[in-house]
Nanobody, 119 residues
């Protein structure tokens, strides 16, 4: 059984920053690709950022490149999403997931954390 728990969401002004964390359980954390996805009201869930098991490869949604950074600390079983220069269109529930890079067909999902960016 794998459990993922997100934290760090909140309300920020446009241009501000947030750092999301995802704490994972399991003994094979370092072998799993991890990612962040988001879903805004009335919209489909979308991929935001992904990272390979050892952290050597990252990939981002075009609209967040240069603003968001995904990282992981396998010793702490934790993946992070540093979000800078936030925009109102970044407002969504953000989900941590484990599974194929960039795919919506993930093996495990967290419960999500709300990020709201005001203008």
């Amino acid at each position: 059984q794998v459990q993922l728990v997100e934290s760090g969401g909140g309300l920020v002004q446009a241009g501000g920053s947030l750092r999301l964390s995802c704490a994972a359980s399991g003994r094979t954390f370092s072998s799993k690709a991890m990612g962040w996805f988001r879903q805004a009201p009335g919209k489909e869930r979308e991929f935001v950022a992904g990272i390979s098991g050892n952290g050597g490869f990252t990939y981002y949604k075009i609209s967040v490149r240069g603003r968001f950074t995904i990282s992981r600390d396998n010793a702490k079983n934790t993946v992070y999403l540093q979000m800078n220069s936030l925009k109102p269109e970044d407002t969504a529930v953000y989900y941590c997931a484990a599974g194929p890079m960039g795919s919506l067909d993930q093996d495990y999902w967290g419960q999500g954390t709300q990020v709201t960016v005001s203008s």
